[in-house]
């Protein structure tokens, strides 16, 4: 199967049409899902029906024709198994992301263990497929914001460490400070405000962070951090532990409304 990559042209953003108003009115969000089973995706589309501001724009059971899909139907969001036969479901999700569409990615699988990989992928969420229609429909919601977000049954989860040859260098401690925030949803701004730094500095510390962990952005800077220990995830939040590097029974990320995005 080929996963070839056919850029298409930006859609405009979420307000089309205005309201009686004159004011604009948020269109639905646009929903494609790519899943072998055909009875997964009409389970989908009877959940998106009762949510009017949630769309089904169709379901594809195979993978070798997504680039030419999203740019001919223009989703918001894409929701990908990952076990898609020929094709990794990770592959779909770094293809459906490098058309550079305003398309986000959401994984809706059962395999654990590869929640790390997703992030790293560049998905926005991990919906698993015991999840409640209403923990999907949430998780759209936040990934189409620009916030990650992951089923709360992933807590506690076993995430497979990266060896530490892959870290060039472990974080300094206010690097480690910065990461625990930017984990806990909070802004370039508000990271700034809280450590009483200017928000460029915060932005460099960023910067270096995503070098030493080998990552471009900040939903993979946190996934690799929990992933090798340097972030534990518990009820008070993201504690550190600088230079552990063993495996963790740790907790992902919960639905919510805090972004770990954004600057």
Do not use: W
């Amino acid at each position: 199967m080929s996963l070839s990559q056919r850029p298409g042209a930006v859609r405009p953003g979420s307000f089309g049409q205005s309201s009686r108003d004159g004011e604009p009115r948020a269109q639905a969000i646009k929903v494609l899902v790519v899943d072998r089973h055909p009875i997964v995706a009409d389970g989908l589309r009877a959940c998106f029906a009762q949510h009017s501001d949630i769309e089904f724009a169709g379901a594809l059971q195979d993978a070798a024709h997504i680039v030419d899909e999203v740019t001919a139907r223009r989703p918001d969001v894409v929701l990908v198994d990952l076990d898609l036969g020929e094709v990794d479901g990770l592959e779909v999700v770094k293809a459906v992301l490098r058309t550079r569409l305003p398309i986000v990615a959401v994984v809706f699988s059962d395999q654990r263990s590869r929640v790390g990989a997703a992030l790293q992928a560049g998905a926005m969420g991990f919906v698993l497929k015991c999840a409640t229609g209403e923990e999907i429909i949430s998780a759209i919601r936040q990934a189409r914001s620009g916030v990650t977000s992951m089923s709360p049954q992933l807590s506690p989860l076993t995430v497979t460490p990266l060896p530490r040859a892959q870290i060039r260098s472990v974080l300094s401690g206010r690097e480690l400070d910065v990461l625990r925030l930017v984990a806990e949803g909070h802004t370039n701004a508000e990271i700034g405000r809280r450590l009483f730094v200017a928000e460029t500095t915060v932005k460099t510390h960023l910067q270096r962070i995503f070098a030493k962990l080998h990552v471009s952005d900040r939903a993979a800077a946190v996934a690799t951090a929990l992933a090798t220990g340097l972030l534990v995830a518990g009820p008070d939040g993201f504690g550190g532990q600088v230079y552990s590097f063993r495996p963790h029974n740790v907790a992902v990320m919960p639905l919510r409304q805090q972004a770990v995005g954004g600057s």
